[in-house]
Every structure is written in C-alpha cells, then in structure tokens.
C-alpha cells in the first residue's frame, strides 16, 4: 500500500553517499540469518557495551508482526557523530582497536537490511537523544534514488529538539515528521517512551521492523517454537544456498587484507603529511605577503597554524595506526584446528569457520568429506581465524583476492585427512563405530535407530556442559535434565545438591592441542560409562568425605564381626553370610533402584553415593531384581536378619531381644543399621577395653608374686648356682606352675626349718 509522499525536497537532510541500490547489495552478503543478527550485537560490543538485551516486541501492523530490539548501554552516539553511522564503510573506531570486529556503521546497516525493510536506531549520549531512520520502505515511497536518512535529535531532559548548528529547526521538523510517518511509533510521546529503553546515561536501542517474509509468508525468524529464543524457520533455506557452491561466494580473504589495510593506511598518512606541509609552507608565504593590512594576515595566518595543529595531530594518529599495521603483518599467527566426532548426532557434520569468536560459516563440507564418503562423515572441524589474519568481507567484488581462503581450505581438509588417520580405523572398524552409536548404514545414507539406550550412549559420549549464569564456571548436566537448562542457568540450579555451588572446582571441557593428536583407541560404550562414573564417584568422593570414613569404619567393624564369627560353630558362619548379604541389603528400598540410575545424573543425595561407592557389588545385586520380586524370600530374609540383629544386639541397644522379635518387614527396611553398628562398635570397643584392663592388672599381680617368689628363694638358697637353678624360666611359668612351684618351695623351706630345730 503505497502512501502519499511527503516531499520532494530532501536535498537537507544527510545522505549516505551511496545509492539505493548499494544497501540491497550490501544485505545480501549476509547469506545467514544469524550473521546479519551477530552485526548488530557486534556494534554492541565494539560500543563497550555490558548489557545487551535482544527483544520482540509484538505489532501487528508491521509486516512480519514483530519488531526485534536491540538494547545495549554502549557508550551511545553522539549527536556530533550520528552522521558518521551512516556513512558506509566509514568506521572512525575501527583501527585503533585492532580486535573489534564491527565497522559500527557498515555491519547495522547490512545486518539490519537482511532482516527487515526497515531500522530505527535510538542512541543517547551527552544528554542528547539521536534517532537514526533508515528506511527502505521511506526511500521506496517517496521515490528517492539516494539513501536519505532521517536524524532528528531531542534534548533528554525536555525533550525539546536539539538543533546542532548545521541544522535549521525546519529540517528537524521535516525529519520528525518522516519519523512519525515510517516508524511504528505515530507520536512525539510514544517516541519518547522508547527512548526510556536506554536505562543508563548513554547507550543505543536498535529496532528492526517489516521484516522480510518467506514464499509460505512466515517470517524467516521464528519467534514463537521456543520461549525466549529465536529460531530460524524451518522453511528457510540458507542451507542450501551456502553450501551449494564454496568457490563461488567466497566471504574471506588472508594476509593480503592485512597488507592493503597497510598500504591504504601509509596512503593517509603520506596525505595528511603532504597535507601538513601544504599548510606550513601557506603561512611561510603568508608571513612574506605585504599586500595585505597586518590584521588581515594575523587572523590569516591564525587560522592556517591551527589548522596545521589539527592536521599534525591526525598525522601522528595514523602513524600510530600505521605502526600497529605493521606490527599486524609481521605477527606469526597460530590457528588451530579442531577435530571430533560428532557423535550424538552425524549429520550435523562439517567444517565450522570462525572470525574472532564469530561463526562465520558452518556445516561446510570440503574434499574428502563432501565426496559423501563413509569414512569422513560425521567429522566436525572448527578453526577460529584471528581478525589480522582474515576478515569477512562486505563487498562481493573481492572474489579475486580469494586465493589464501583456498589455502585455509586445503589446510582444513589436509587436517581433516590426518584426524581420521590418527584415529588408527580400520576400514572396517569405522561402519561399527557409528553401528555402535545406533547409526545403521543404508546406501549411502545413514539412519538412526530409535533405541533410548544407544540415545544415551550416543549422549554419554560428550557430557553437556553448561557455563554458570554468575560465576562462568563450566558444570556437567546430567543425563535426562537437559531439558531444565535455560540460558540464566546458574550452579545453584544443578539438580546434584553437591554441586550447587559457584566455590566447586570448574569442571571445563577439555581440547586436545591439535598439533600433538596421537593414535587413539575408540572407547567401548563400558568404558565411556565407567569413565563418566568414575568422574561423578570422584566429585562425591570430594564432596563427602566424612561419610567415606564412617563407611570405612563400618567395614572395619564388618571384619570384626566376621573374625569373631570364624570362631564360632559352623551354623553361625552360615548366618553371617546372610547377615553380611542383609546387611548390604539394608539400604536398598524398592525405590533405589530407580535412585542408582540417576547416580548417573548426579542426583542421588550425599548418603546414597556413599553407599554406591562403598558397596558396589551389593548394588548390582540388588538391580538385578532377584530379591525385591520374591516376597517369601524376602520373609525369610528378614527373619535371619532378625536373628542377626538379636545375637549382635550391642548391650546398651534402645530395643529388647523381644523387640527386634517383633519388628515387621518394613521396620527392617527403616532399621537404623548404621546407629546400630555404630553401638556395637562402641560396646565393642569398651568391651576390649575392660579385657585389657584386667589382663593388665592381673599381669602387675603376677609379676609382683614373681619378685616375692624371687626373693624368697634368693633368702632360702645358699649360692647364686643354685638360686639360678631354681629360678630359671620361672618368668614363663603360667600362674598355676608358679602357685605349685611356690608351694613345693615352700614345702622345702619348712623342712629345712625343721631340720634346723631338730
Ligand atoms: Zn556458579
């Protein structure tokens, strides 16, 4: 529905130097939706933004329904530097920081005119608000073969217009009423009230609106499958139109960028310093002039040496500019390569490119994998380029600069080649590889078997990782929670109590070096379990150490308890057979066998892991089933267990012998086994206790009589000979020998007496 236009006359109103027909060009570099998204959050970045938020906003008289916001607080815009924005390929930040990405203006204006017809920038700074309309649906409408550009600009306090001293207050209106007329907003307040998006005291809120549709008439975003998220629509097709041709669409270039950024840059240079000399030798000249009045001169020559010390200040810029340049060129950059399986899902296999952080292309398939063959399918490679070294390109006119991206492309299927050697498969062994993760080769295609274990299998090979919302460090989400992650995921959600902590360890994925790959065996599914086991066992074990000792104590009282049944009849050593199976028993309720599997997803509370790790075997057992399905077993299980109880019942135990008679199978179940093995530990201890105690004492009193048997003899002997006769091994007398020995002594000494007398 075409609309009445407003003016002929926009001769005012700033231009952006370029024509129309260039800002089509230029949004169809962007072949992914999200590329032409990750411009706009780019000029976020490069605005020193910390906050960014990405919105919808409903509006049904829009096409496409929706408007996109972007919402960051930058350091905003200001209102001498808006024009600036719009100037194409004019980035004034650009070359100072070498590690930004955006060309603030260039990446708004291709990235927004992929999405949409039209955008509307809204930037505050220096207590100035700045509108920025570029709107193709304006341009179209009012048949202007230029890119005008509306830039009202308002006070923030009152809202009163702003008019810069190039500007008349009749453009500022001409410029509103253009705002009013092709933006959602129809009035000056709703306007306002966007403005109140930018909470800080500088930032930018961008909004793209009438966005481009699809044949079907879906938007190409789906804003409505997942919540908070945008996707893109199924019907889109930007698959096939990136991957159908690599040669042709070439959106990089190597080191020659770096060195034509050099050149152009000692271009300026040598021009401004030309520039500067220009300047100086005009008031040299001047000073000579005599034609002139003095005063003529002076504002003359005035004018020309502050303009040479603006001119000089720009010079010294862009040596700098010049110096870090060069620096760049020299600079030996290390890119490395990564290679993996895709496991969990082949067919999203490919060559990931990025650029300084930023996906540039993906799932690209270059020789030999995009020959469909077997053996390199399912691979995924990943390079980040640095930003010195390649740069995308706007301009599809650079096709010919494209020879280092072919180099960049042998190297990643030169890497690719070499992966798939290191990985030492036979030709045979790479089918049941992938046969191994549920994957069944038809053809030459390959489909997925619906089985949910090899889903886990597949899943269990890479645990998922996520980074905390708050403290960025990595956590392992267990197997079957997925679901629950959301973006502002935090440690404090993880579904393991244990871990719901940002003090834990980090726990980062790991990434082998790519220059050192080594020969590697596959691991076996059992080894990947028992890998991902061993690694939560470790995490528990670090988490409860305290009930580790009371689990080992409890083993050690086990042993007790079994040396002092070796001793005993023949029947008990049957019952303590069963104890030991009961007492391993104890733990397991009929709902731990469904808490064993979610050891797996970490889960299981701090008492349960212990007990997993302790008495492992008793665990498998018990998931077998063969117990809990009998129940006469179980009774008769329980009565030995009570019998157990009974002998074993420590003497300060809280329940009679009759007691324990009477406990049903389900106290049995509750039994506080560990308070009760921890009693008869100590009655046991105490026990030994009191029996060292009294061998001691009765020790002391044996010695004691030895002495006095010793000294009795010394008195009763006549030599030392026969004193050591009679004394001799007297220390290994039992207390029996000792007292007869002692008597016979005695028996003798009263004889001698005797004899005396007589
Ligand atoms: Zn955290």
Redesign the pocket.
């Known amino acids: 529905m075409p609309k009445e236009r407003l003016s002929s006359d926009y001769s005012r109103f700033s231009k952006a130097e370029l024509s129309f027909s260039y800002l089509h060009t230029n949004s169809t570099t962007h072949e992914f939706l999200f590329g032409a998204l990750a411009e706009i959050v780019d000029n976020a970045r490069d605005a020193g933004a910390k906050y960014l938020n990405i919105d919808v906003e409903k509006n049904d008289h829009l096409r496409g329904g929706n408007i996109i916001w972007f919402i960051d607080d930058g350091q905003g815009i200001g209102p001498t530097e808006v024009s600036d924005v719009i100037k194409f390929g004019r980035s004034s930040k650009r070359l100072h920081n070498l590690d930004s990405i955006g060309m603030y203006g260039n990446g708004l204006k291709s990235g927004s005119m992929r999405i949409a017809n039209d955008v509307i920038l809204l930037t505050k700074k220096d207590d100035t608000y700045s509108v920025i309309l570029l709107s193709r649906t304006f341009l179209e409408n009012e048949g202007l073969n230029e890119i005008v550009v509306a830039m009202p600009q308002f006070q923030v306090d009152s809202f009163r217009p702003y008019i810069p001293p190039s500007k008349s207050i009749d453009v500022h209106n001409h410029e509103v009423g253009v705002v009013l007329r092709y933006s959602p907003w129809k009035t000056l307040k709703d306007i306002e009230k966007q403005f109140h998006k930018i909470k800080g005291i500088s930032g930018t809120a961008v909004a793209i609106y009438n966005l481009k549709l699809l044949n079907n008439g879906d938007t190409e975003l789906d804003f409505k499958a997942v919540n908070n998220d945008i996707l893109i629509s199924s019907g889109n097709s930007w698959t096939e139109s990136q991957t159908d041709n690599i040669d042709k669409e070439e959106l990089l270039r190597f080191r020659v960028k770096a060195l034509k950024d050099l050149e152009s840059a000692q271009n300026d240079l040598k021009c401004i310093e030309n520039l500067l000399r220009e300047i100086n030798s005009k008031i040299s000249d001047l000073n000579k002039k005599t034609d002139k009045s003095l005063k003529e001169l002076n504002v003359e020559i005035n004018k020309e040496k502050l303009r040479a010390s603006q001119v000089a200040d720009e010079a010294k810029e862009k040596r700098i500019i010049c110096q870090n340049l060069e620096k760049a060129v020299r600079q030996t950059k290390v890119i490395s390569f990564i290679y993996g399986m895709k496991i969990e899902n082949r067919y999203q296999d490919g060559i990931f490119i990025y650029n300084c952080g930023r996906l540039i292309k993906m799932y690209q398939k270059y020789r030999p994998q995009s020959e469909l063959s077997l053996h390199y399918g399912g691979i995924v490679g990943i390079v980040d380029i640095p930003y010195q070294i390649l740069e995308p390109t706007h301009n599809k006119q650079d096709f010919a600069d494209a020879k280092e991206f072919k180099m960049l492309q042998k190297a990643l299927s030169d890497g690719l080649i070499q992966y798939y050697k290191d990985m030492n498969f036979d030709t045979n062994d790479i089918e049941d590889f992938w046969i191994s993760f549920g994957y069944k080769r038809n053809k030459q295609s390959w489909t997925i078997a619906p089985d949910p274990n090899l889903a886990k299998k597949r899943c269990l090979s890479v645990p998922k990782r996520i980074q905390?919302h708050?403290?960025f460090?990595w956590r392992i989400i267990p197997y079957g929670k997925f679901d629950d992650v959301r973006d502002d995921w935090?440690?404090r959600n993880h579904s393991n109590k244990q871990l719901a902590n940002?003090n834990k360890k980090d726990d980062p994925p790991a990434i082998v070096n790519g220059g050192n790959l080594k020969k590697q065996r596959i691991p076996t599914f059992d080894e990947i379990e028992e890998d991902y086991r061993r690694h939560q066992r470790k995490l528990a074990e670090e988490n409860s150490h305290t009930d580790m000792i009371l689990s080992d104590k409890r083993e050690q009282c086990f042993e007790r308890i079994s040396r002092i049944r070796h001793h005993s009849s023949e029947n008990d050593k049957e019952d303590l057979v069963n104890s030991n199976k009961l007492n391993k028993l104890i733990p397991k309720r009929r709902g731990d066998r469904q808490q064993y599997h979610d050891m797996d997803s970490f889960s299981a509370t701090k008492k349960r892991k212990t007990k997993s790790s302790s008495i492992e075997d008793a665990e498998v057992d018990v998931v077998s089933g063969e117990v809990d399905d009998d129940t006469s077993e179980n009774t008769k299980l329980a009565s030995n267990f009570k019998k157990c109880l009974e002998y074993f019942r420590p003497p300060k135990w809280n329940q009679s012998a009759e007691d324990i008679k009477r406990l049903t199978v389900q106290d049995l179940i509750r039994f506080p086994h560990k308070e009760f093995i921890q009693t008869y530990d100590k009655s046991l201890k105490k026990k030994f206790e009191d029996m060292r105690l009294e061998r001691d004492t009765t020790n002391n009193i044996f010695l004691s009589l030895i002495n006095s048997v010793k000294d009795f003899l010394r008195v009763l002997c006549n030599d030392d000979e026969h004193f050591a006769r009679l004394t001799n091994g007297i220390e290994n007398y039992s207390n029996e020998q000792l007292g007869r020995h002692y008597m016979s002594l005695l028996e003798q000494y009263q004889q001698q007496i005797q004899v005396k007398h007589e």
């Open positions: 905390c708050d403290c460090k935090r440690c940002c």
